[in-house]
């Protein structure tokens, strides 16, 4: 007898979908694409309940979310053009031998293009690296009929004969982010292999010669998996173009001290609003270079700090000539006797190499003078990808110390305001720090 068709285990299985829907809302989308939530088999004879393909998806979805706590989500989507994003070589096509539309196979490029776009518009940051000349490949970005996506979309559009790696390398220097964050798609196998073996730490999506299954193939593990956006998100192509156009900037001066000159960087310091948690518990989730302690932290978590009596949250926003960073920072401090705690210290990687940790701990000492403290204190605790701040502290003064809280393999430093730390002159410091710690809620 196939219990499948028996009537009574339709409605059980009925019955098991609208509880779990209710009790998990991640289990509905997983329903709604048709994963079965029984197998009448395994129900009845090993009282197993839910069928293997839905255990295995909503692991699946658990790995991702986990990797996004973790501040392991990726950043940059990089993307072949060719075969990838619409079909056709151009080189030996031509312009008008690209599909992107208007017929089948057009169509399902142009539904890839359209998940790609989606993926930018939610704060993902989007670059083309091509084997091809680059004039016919703006050309084709700027005046196809068919494209959905645009140069305008881009970070950066890299079109050259040099190896792909190569490609992925130039961009994340210029963009200023560790290629641990990057995604690779393409369709050859070739070059493919060449990025793993090159650049291991990069993830590397397979296409083949159907377009139609791009997009399941680009969005099966959960690259991009966020829980919300923020407005920083929405913003943040146009940020990084920002932050290649520096990069182009700084390719005329002679010297790094000339180029900052010019920039016109001015930093701004205020105690956290409640607007500001989503992206402070953000920063804290993906920043892992810049982040003293690699805590990972939700907006309740945060909000509860901030609420704190003698707890505070200074955020960090930057601007310059090129327009406005956002809110790039955060400092978390605690005020414990005589001396003040920073208990985190994040800063974007948009805005390394700028100043503005001086200028940041210049505030944050200049704070704990002004209170009647003696001193301020913090710890570094190793990540894998935060070393480059494990010799912040000492840079700006700071001693090393004794303290409990880093004997989970971290150093500790203490500074006993002896010295003081001006602001670069290059930048333009604006810091308003009243109340930061007297534990009011954000």
Known sequence: MDTTADPAHALLDLRRQGRLAAEYPGVRALLAEGVPVTDARLDVYAKAHLSEPLLA?????????????????????????????????????????????????????????????QLGSQGVLLAAVS??????????LREHPEMTLREADFVRVTADWLPKPAGITDLAEALNLGTSGFVFVDDSPYERGLVRRELPEVAVVALDEEPALHVERLLSDGWFDVRRLTGEDRERAALYRGEVARSDFLQGFDSLTDYLDELGIEVRLRP???????????????????????????????????????????????????????????????????????????????????????????????????????????????????????????????????????????LAFRHDLDTELPPPGHLRLDAELAGLLEGHPA
Do not use: M
Request: net charge neutral; hydrophobic share 40%.
């Open 131 to 140: 084997k091809n000349d680059r004039e016919p490949v703006l050309t084709v």
């Open 272 to 410: 956290l609003a409640a607007e500001d948690l989503p992206r402070v518990s953000q920063l804290t989730l993906r920043t892992n270079q810049f982040n003293l302690t690699t805590r990972r932290l939700q907006p309740a978590e945060v909000a509860a700090f901030a609420a704190a009596e003698g707890s505070g949250v200074l955020t960090v926003r930057s601007a310059d000539r090129f327009g406005d960073n956002g809110l790039v920072g955060a400092v978390f401090l605690t005020r414990e006797g005589e001396a003040l705690r920073i208990d985190n210290f994040l800063l974007s990687c948009r805005v390394f190499s700028r100043g503005i940790e001086q200028a940041v701990l210049s505030a944050v000492l200049g704070l704990a003078a002004g209170t009647g403290l003696r001193a301020v204190t913090g710890h570094y605790r190793p990540g894998p990808r935060n070393g480059t701040v494990k010799g912040l502290l000492p840079r700006y003064g700071f001693a090393p110390a004794d303290d409990p809280a880093a004997a989970d393999g971290g």
């Open 57 to 117: 998806a909503y692991a699946r979805e658990a790995g991702h979310l986990a990797r996004h706590l973790a501040g392991l989500t990726r950043k940059v989507l990089v993307l072949d053009l060719d075969q990838t994003l619409w079909g056709g070589i151009l080189g030996d096509d031509g312009p008008e031998g690209v599909e992107a539309g208007g017929t089948p196979r057009g169509e399902a490029f142009r539904g890839f293009q359209r998940v790609v776009k």
